[in-house]
Every structure is written in C-alpha cells, then in structure tokens.
C-alpha cells in the first residue's frame, strides 16, 4: 500500500511538473535570451570557462556532465526564450558551478556513480534469486543472496538521499543568479522558481519511494531469518 501510495504521489508531481513546464514555456522573457544564452552567460559571471553549453536530444534530458564538463540542454530549453527554459538552463549551470567550487555533496555523488550504476543494473536480480534460492532450494544461501542484493539496493537509495542537496543547491545558485543579476523580472522570477521547485519534489519523491522499496526488502529479508 505504501509503494502504491509513493507511485500515485510520484505520477502526480510528474504530472504537475510537465503541466507547469508547459504552461511557463509560454512567456516569453522579456530579455529576449535563450536557454543556451543565459547558461553560458552564467558560466562567464562565475569566471568558468572550460564547459561548454551543447544541445542535446529528447525532453527533460537536461543535465551536466561533470566528466566531459558539459552543460547538456534539450532542444527545446537550448533554443526557447521563456521561463522555464531559463530556470532549466540556470539549473543545469549551477551543477558546473558547484563543480568549480567543489561542492562536497556533488563530489560525494560522483564518486559512487561508478558503483551505484552497476549496483542499481543488478540489485533487483540478485534480489529477485534470493528470494527464489530461499522458496526453491536453500534458506541460508538464498538469505545470503538476498542480504547482497539489498546492500547494492541500498547503494542506490543512499544515492537518492545525496543527490537531493546537489539539486536543491543548484536550484538556489541558479534563482539566486537569476536574481541578482536582474536577468528576468519579478514575475518570470516567480515562475522559474515555481518550475524548480516542482523539479525538485521529483528528487524528493524518488529517494522517499526508494528507501520504502528498500525497508520492503529488509523485512523479507528478516521474515525469512525468523
């Protein structure tokens, strides 16, 4: 019941979130500037000149790539002049920023991709023949199975609960920016961080869904001990 309830939260913050998109994706600023024009005019205020501003195929396929120092904007929020391209762009920049400033969080992140990316691709699986090992064959062997599964399971929601301050940090340097520097008004300002926001519980809502999916996972596992 309480991963079906994180779903129907989970649907419901995507749902306002693609509506919120769309709706600020009809104001055109009044600066006139494009995604790809306010991020790189981001990255020059903050003295960073080694990441470049590149479009990148699909929808909310926004994201910087820390490796290859890439601020990697979709079609839409590269080419587009309104609200929410501006916070997107804004957003994806204050990941390069924290980068340049070594951010702890973003740097704690960065190390466990390696790990977590293999961990997540397998953890389900390991889980799922444990489980079987313990119904089909051996009870010590499948608990030893399932135990393995849930430690890389619980690599990822740890993951999860690290990337929310790297999001909600770049979020607040990108508003903060937008801001000061005057480069939308007061009501695109209002916009941008309403769109931000939204994206943020999107963060929120999948590390909550993930450590229930985990605790889920850890009763079965201490049923199976009992």
Same mark, same amino acid.
Request: hydrophobic residues 50%; without cysteine.
């Given at each position: 019941?309480?991963?079906?309830?994180?779903?129907?939260?989970?649907?419901?913050?995507?749902?306002?979130?693609?509506?919120?998109?769309?709706?600020?994706?009809?104001?055109?600023?009044?600066?006139?500037?494009?995604?790809?024009?306010?991020?790189?005019?981001?990255?020059?205020?903050?003295?960073?000149?080694?990441?470049?501003?590149?479009?990148?195929? !699909?929808?909310?396929?926004?994201?910087?790539?820390?490796?290859?120092?890439?601020?990697?904007?979709?079609?839409?929020?590269?080419?587009?002049?309104?609200? #929410?391209?501006?916070?997107?762009?804004?957003?994806?920049?204050?990941?390069?920023?924290?980068?340049?400033?070594?951010?702890?969080?973003?740097?704690?992140?960065?190390?466990?991709?390696? #790990?977590?990316?293999?961990?997540?691709?397998?953890?389900?699986?390991?889980?799922?023949? !444990?489980?079987?090992?313990?119904?089909?064959?051996?009870?010590?062997? !499948?608990?030893?199975?399932?135990?393995?599964?849930?430690?890389?399971? !619980?690599?990822?929601?740890?993951?999860?609960?690290?990337?929310?301050?790297?999001?909600?940090?770049?979020?607040?340097?990108?508003?903060?920016?937008?801001?000061?520097?005057?480069?939308?008004?007061?009501?695109?300002?209002?916009?941008?961080?309403?769109?931000?926001?939204?994206?943020?519980?999107?963060?929120?809502?999948?590390?909550?869904?993930?450590?229930?999916?985990?605790?889920?996972?850890?009763?079965?596992?201490?049923?199976?001990?009992?």
């Amino acid at each position: 019941m309480l991963i079906g309830l994180i779903m129907l939260v989970s649907w419901y913050v995507s749902n306002k979130l693609k509506k919120k998109f769309k709706k600020y994706a009809q104001v055109q600023l009044s600066n006139g500037m494009s995604g790809a024009e306010i991020a790189q005019k981001m990255l020059d205020d903050h003295g960073i000149t080694d990441v470049d501003v590149i479009s990148t195929q !699909g929808q909310l396929t926004d994201h910087y790539h820390p490796g290859k120092k890439t601020v990697n904007l979709s079609e839409s929020v590269y080419n587009q002049r309104n609200a #929410a391209s501006a916070a997107v762009a804004a957003h994806e920049v204050g990941h390069a920023v924290q980068h340049a400033k070594a951010y702890s969080w973003l740097e704690m992140r960065s190390k466990l991709v390696p #790990a977590v990316s293999v961990a997540s691709n397998m953890s389900q699986w390991v889980i799922m023949g !444990g489980i079987l090992l313990m119904v089909m064959f051996s009870a010590q062997v !499948g608990q030893l199975v399932l135990l393995i599964g849930i430690i890389m399971f !619980g690599m990822g929601t740890l993951f999860s609960f690290i990337t929310l301050p790297v999001e909600y940090d770049a979020s607040n340097r990108a508003l903060a920016w937008l801001k000061t520097n005057n480069i939308v008004t007061p009501d695109e300002f209002d916009q941008s961080e309403d769109a931000l926001k939204w994206a943020a519980r999107t963060y929120v809502v999948a590390a909550i869904g993930s450590l229930a999916t985990l605790l889920y996972f850890v009763s079965i596992f201490l049923g199976a001990d009992d």
